[in-house]
């Protein structure tokens, strides 16, 4: 019985294959959205899951404690040895410190040296524990004593290539940052790309000690500074409440000064390191639920539209299945029947959703680049996703084919063979209810999905075109890697004579960036500190004018002196001092950063960091231990002469580090990065969910053609006008458009209301949204039904009547 359904249901769909392609087509386009989400979705679960003892490790992480709570995601130095030595349960303890922009050159055996790299985010300090608590494969060393000795590190495969070639990399010596030389002690395999602790540099934590200098050892005990990750193993079976109620022990007992006792410690999970965005964490639990929501929605979307065109296509088939019975078919039989039609169109669809997906993943990697990450089709058949997989084709089968089924099953076998094809009514197929349901519902979808585009759109803009209170176009910063007055001076010097070059300013940083650590100050004569923290932002007598931050009161600073104490203030910070006129602050004193500042000048409002957060008290100081970059003022008409001019003047100031140059606005571009990722993906999924809908509007409106052709052509020989006849297509598809309509405005209010709810600058929801939507929907709906509809209606009624 099984062969005969199959055999029959491949000549029924061969037969009918332009349904079949729609319907295969459409529910392929749904099965490979769901995949490539359900895909996406598990890798960002999976982030440090792999480690054996990923269920008893946690991260330590530090609130500061202030008049506005601070997150970080760093501890104390001294704090993981503490954790180690003398708390019983802890099975062991690891610190480890990230590096930015250092210097790796490697030896040419000569004096010199062949190869320079400026590397980031992918080495660290850290110590032997690591290779404790997370799993490593190695292939070379001894992962107990490889970090034991300061100035050794250890290499992933992938940089003992960069570096040393197919050389044996033990034993071999890196420069690093021109300061000490490390010995190769160990290789390992490369880490897998699902972790945020995806380091290829390991560089003994022993060695810090020796970098800090003279007060290195002072600095490895200092319980205020909050600058190393700390992750623990807690002994089996232990409870993480236990080590919570530790936690005050150690604060009484180590944090001595007033600043140290507002440190708050407590521990996370590690499988919330990648989910917790105010401790770092890059995907959001709520944005990956909203995920997964989106890729059921759009399976949905694609298993409605199949069920729409298969109910409207059993018209055509009513006389089949009323010889079926006749010749004793029972109602079993013919669903069992339908059913494996359904079945063979799902597996079809199935194979052409894991070529599309296979095709679509690249976009994806390429797109989430920051996170290195290696998606592949072939992770579908993984034991945990093959089960979830067969669930979902078990699932569509069952969704998509047992309705239309069931209602070709239940045809009267007098009716439909006493009349023949197009004279059982649609009213006789399936209930009129259901199906106008099921389009509401696909309505209700694309539009949903529009309002949520064209809002996503329209805050990127505005974050893009908002005033940020500086200027930012054709500005270049380029590092200054030496802290020494003087030869910052020629820095300045040495710039400022590059042709194109019209200002130069040194500092920090942008005046936005994402380093923001708030800091404590006493303003004027006022015995305690403030009950608020102000943003330092560095910058020389160049930053105000370079970057045209406004002055509203006093002046700019006059010197870069290194004996200059002077300070200048935002506009927030007067505010929050309580003072009436920014006037009024000029000459008094500010105590921050251990020393006393004269304030000198007050500046307009400027934006220090995304758009999310509200514009904080910010002190501008004239510091020059704390210049790290020069941010150069180029003329926008010849920049890249401009550029290669001051990368040569640069290498020659500073031969042995390597010259790296950003924009100041390409910079800022980053701050928008997840949402720039969100509404891309929004985007995709829109079109594709706008594609499903059109595939089901065409097929059902093919069939409403087909099976009003005598209707049509009665109406035209009494006298119908075209339009008139347009009329019975449109005005059906209207009303379900209007009532998908009003379902999604709410819904689609609520969810982006939420959303625009997590930025402080924001734009407001308005009528125009939800009118563009309902427009954008009917345009796509009238383009969708009009050709079928009007080739129905331009039908000479000769031919559509001439059976009768």
């Not at 590190?153 to 000490?180: C, H, W």
């Not at 904080?616 to 920049?639: F, S």
């Not at 499903?692 to 409106?701: D, S």
Request: charged share 20%.
């Amino acid at each position: 019985m099984v062969r005969n359904f199959i055999n029959i249901s491949l000549r029924n769909l061969w037969r009918n294959r332009k349904v079949t392609a729609i319907s295969t087509l459409g529910l392929s386009i749904g099965l490979a959205c769901g995949i490539i989400i359900f895909l996406l979705v598990s890798y960002m679960f999976s982030f440090d899951r792999y480690h054996t003892k990923a269920d008893r490790t946690y991260w330590i992480v530090t609130d500061i404690k202030q008049e506005q709570f601070i997150p970080t995601d760093a501890t104390p130095r001294p704090l993981g040895e503490v954790l180690r030595r003398d708390v019983p349960f802890v099975e062991n303890a690891v610190r480890l410190e990230n590096m930015f922009k250092r210097i790796v050159s490697v030896p040419d055996g000569k004096g010199g040296y062949a190869k320079k790299f400026e590397e980031s985010r992918n080495l660290c300090f850290t110590e032997p524990q690591f290779f404790d608590i997370f799993d490593t494969e190695w292939i070379s060393g001894n992962a107990k004593t490889a970090l034991v000795a300061p100035n050794t590190v250890v290499l992933s495969e992938r940089y003992a290539q960069k570096y040393f070639g197919s050389a044996d990399p033990i034993g071999r010596t890196l420069r690093f940052d021109n300061q000490v030389d490390l010995t190769v002690t160990g290789l390992v395999k490369n880490l897998p790309s699902n972790t945020k602790l995806r380091y290829d540099v390991f560089v003994s934590y022993a060695t810090v000690p020796g970098l800090l200098g003279e007060r290195g050892k002072q600095e490895m005990q200092n319980w205020e500074g909050i600058s190393t990750l700390c992750f623990v193993t807690l002994r089996n079976g232990t409870p993480v409440e236990q080590l919570a109620r530790v936690f005050p022990g150690i604060r009484q007992k180590y944090l001595k000064t007033e600043e140290a006792r507002k440190l708050d410690f407590h521990a996370l999970s590690l499988d919330n390191l990648n989910h917790n965005p105010q401790y770092g964490g890059q995907a959001p639990r709520p944005i990956l639920y909203a995920l997964i929501v989106v890729g059921l929605f759009l399976v949905l979307a694609a298993c409605i539209n199949f069920i729409n065109i298969a109910t409207a296509h059993a018209l055509k088939r009513s006389k089949e299945v009323g010889v079926r019975k006749v010749m004793g078919s029972t109602r079993w039989q013919l669903i069992g029947q339908f059913m494996t039609e359904t079945a063979l169109m799902t597996m079809g669809a199935v194979l052409l959703a894991l070529l599309l997906a296979a095709a679509c993943l690249p976009l994806l990697n390429n797109a989430l680049a920051m996170l290195k990450a290696d998606i592949s089709i072939l992770d579908v058949f993984e034991p945990n996703s093959l089960r979830w997989f067969v669930s979902l084709i078990v699932g569509v089968i069952f969704l998509a084919g047992f309705y239309p089924a069931l209602v070709m099953a239940r045809f009267n076998s007098v009716a439909a063979l006493r009349t023949g094809y197009g004279q059982l009514t649609t009213r006789q197929v399936g209930s009129v209810s259901v199906r106008r349901g099921l389009v509401v519902m696909q309505f209700f979808i694309t539009q949903l999905f529009l309002i949520g585009v064209i809002v996503m759109m329209a805050q990127v803009r505005h974050m893009q075109q908002t005033d940020l209170g500086f200027r930012k176009e054709a500005i270049l910063t380029i590092p200054v890697p030496t802290n020494n007055p003087l030869k910052q001076e020629v820095v300045r010097s040495k710039m400022r004579q590059v042709p194109g070059v019209e200002l130069v300013a040194l500092g920090a940083e942008p005046p936005a960036s994402y380093r923001r650590i708030p800091v404590p100050f006493t303003y004027d004569t006022h015995p305690e500190p403030e009950k608020f923290q102000t943003t330092v932002k560095v910058g020389d007598t160049g930053f105000v004018p370079l970057f045209g931050i406004k002055l509203v009161a006093g002046r700019n600073f006059q010197t870069n002196d290194t004996t200059t104490n002077e300070a200048i203030l935002n506009e927030t910070m007067v505010r929050q001092l309580d003072v009436k006129s920014p006037a009024d602050v000029l000459g008094k004193s500010l105590r921050v950063w251990g020393t006393t500042k004269t304030i000198v000048g007050v500046v307009a409002d400027f934006h220090v960091s995304i758009l999310k957060e509200p514009i904080p008290a910010t002190t501008i100081l004239n510091h020059y231990p704390e210049n790290h970059i020069a941010a150069l003022k180029l003329d926008p008409a010849n920049l890249t002469a401009t550029v290669k001019a001051v990368e040569a003047s640069w290498n020659e100031l500073f031969p042995e580090h390597v010259f790296t140059a950003n924009f100041v606005d390409e910079l800022l571009n980053q701050f928008y990065l997840t949402e720039r990722i969100l509404l891309g993906l929004a985007q995709v999924f829109s079109l594709i969910a706008i594609l499903i809908g059109c595939l089901g509007l065409y097929g059902l409106v093919a069939f409403m053609a087909e099976a009003k052709t005598k209707e049509i052509g009665i109406r035209k020989v009494l006298g119908a006008k075209v339009k008139e006849l347009l009329w019975l297509f449109g005005r059906e598809f209207s009303k379900l458009l209007g009532i998908g309509f009003v379902l999604a405005v709410p819904i689609g209010w609520f969810l982006m209301n939420g959303w625009l709810r997590g930025y402080v600058y924001r734009i407001q929801l308005s009528w125009w949204v939800f009118a563009l939507t309902l427009g954008v929907a009917g345009l796509i709906t009238v383009l969708t039904v009009g050709y079928e509809s009007l080739k129905a209606a331009l039908m000479n009624p000769a031919k559509s009547l001439r059976s009768e």
